[in-house]
Nanobody, 126 residues
Framework: QVHLVESGGGSVQAGDALKLSCAAS????????MAWFRQAPGKEREAVAG????????HYVDSALDRFAISRDKARNTAYLQIHSLKPEDTAMYYC???????????????????WGQGTQVTVSS
């Protein structure tokens, strides 16, 4: 089993930046991919970015290319999501997921993203 804990969310003003963290524990040797998702009120969950825990290769959805940056600290089994120039539409619960194959953990399926955190709330006011 792999346990994921997100942190770093909060209530911020438009234009601010945040850095979210996702710490993995447990059988982390089974994890080769970590990804960030978000779910805004009334909307479906969407992938944002994923990273290979080994070599740090990353993949982003098109809408995240300009203001989001994913990174990882291999020694700490932690993935990060830096969000710049936050907008009110970034308001969402941000979730971390992990799975065995990069970038497939961005699919959010049971097979490719079997481990999920509880989420961290990001609220952006204008």
């Amino acid at each position: 089993q792999v346990h994921l804990v997100e942190s770093g969310g909060g209530s911020v003003q438009a234009g601010d930046a945040l850095k979210l963290s996702c710490a993995a524990s447990g059988v982390t040797s089974s994890v080769n991919c970590m990804a960030w998702f978000r779910q805004a009120p009334g909307k479906e969950r969407e992938a944002v970015a994923g990273i290979a825990t080994g070599d740090g290769a990353s993949h982003y959805v098109d809408s995240a290319l300009d203001r989001f940056a994913i990174s990882r600290d291999k020694a700490r089994n932690t993935a990060y999501l830096q969000i710049h120039s936050l907008k009110p539409e970034d308001t969402a619960m941000y979730y971390c997921a992990a799975g065995p194959r990069f970038p497939l953990c961005m699919l959010g399926t049971t097979a490719e993203s079997p481990f999920w955190g509880q989420g961290t709330q990001v609220t952006v006011s204008s």
